[in-house]
T-cell receptor, first 112, second 112 residues
Framework: GEDVEQSLFLSVREGDSSVINCTYTDSSSTYLYWYKQEPGAGLQLLTYIFSNMDMKQDQRLTVLLNKKDKHLSLRIADTQTGDSAIYFCAEGSGFGNEKLTFGTGTRLTIIP | NAGVTQTPKFRVLKTGQSMTLLCAQDMNHEYMYWYRQDPGMGLRLIHYSVGEGTTAKGEVPDGYNVSRLKKQNFLLGLESAAPSQTSVYFC???????????FGPGTRLTVT
């Protein structure tokens, strides 16, 4: 079955860039997502990328996809205290496959 | 729009008791999902529905039942609660499998 893996923890100094990594196994993945979960809340979609793209940039967020290595990363520039959260990578095969597979989540801690 | 709401927010059950978690969405989404979130394990899909009157099993369906009698509601039932079902439960909805999933705020369930 599909598997999505992430490191559990990441600590970054305020103002530095954060890079959260994810690897997945399903070669038929069409969509790859990054969700953010703040304490005590549900998940919110941050950004997503189609599998035919290498990179997507959205303000402070940059998503890089290496489809050959099945590796996805999320870079947050100028990390702020409000970025403290758990970040989940998820993959989906799109039309015809109703389910997303989520990673374990990476807890990002900001050091002042 | 309220988005996705979940009732209750917290619940403590004794082993063997039953309960129903309610999820409601006001976005006219076809697809609805129930996940459980456990430390270090990410989100795991329990059951899902691709439309009113339909349900399907996810990754960890044992011990749970679901119903989707109305398009806007998706109910998750525990017939005989066990301590292993202590978790945070999230409901989500989406237009189709290829679109963003919107998450509710979660229900924290403790089974003693």
């Amino acid at each position: 079955g599909e598997d999505v893996e992430q490191s559990l923890f990441l600590s970054v100094r305020e103002g530095d860039s954060s890079v959260i990594n994810c690897t997945y196994t399903d070669s038929s993945s069409t969509y790859l997502y990054w969700y953010k979960q703040e304490p005590g809340a549900g998940l919110q979609l941050l950004t997503y990328i189609f599998s035919n793209m290498d990179m997507k940039q959205d303000q402070r967020l940059t998503v890089l996809l290496n489809k050959k290595d099945k590796h996805l990363s999320l870079r947050i520039a100028d990390t702020q205290t409000g970025d403290s959260a758990i970040y989940f990578c998820a993959e989906g095969s799109g039309f015809g496959n109703e389910k997303l597979t989520f990673g374990t989540g990476t807890r990002l801690t900001i050091i002042p | 729009n309220a988005g996705v709401t979940q009732t209750p927010k917290f619940r403590v059950l004794k082993t063997g008791q039953s309960m129903t978690l309610l999820c409601a969405q006001d976005m006219n989404h076809e697809y609805m999902y129930w996940y459980r979130q456990d430390p270090g394990m990410g989100l795991r899909l329990i059951h899902y529905s691709v439309g009113e009157g339909t349900t399907a099993k996810g990754e960890v369906p044992d011990g749970y039942n679901v119903s989707r009698l109305k398009k806007q509601n998706f109910l998750l039932g525990l017939e005989s609660a066990a301590p292993s079902q202590t978790s945070v439960y999230f409901c989500a909805s989406s237009w189709t499998e290829a679109y963003e999933q919107y998450f509710g705020p979660g229900t924290r369930l403790t089974v003693t």
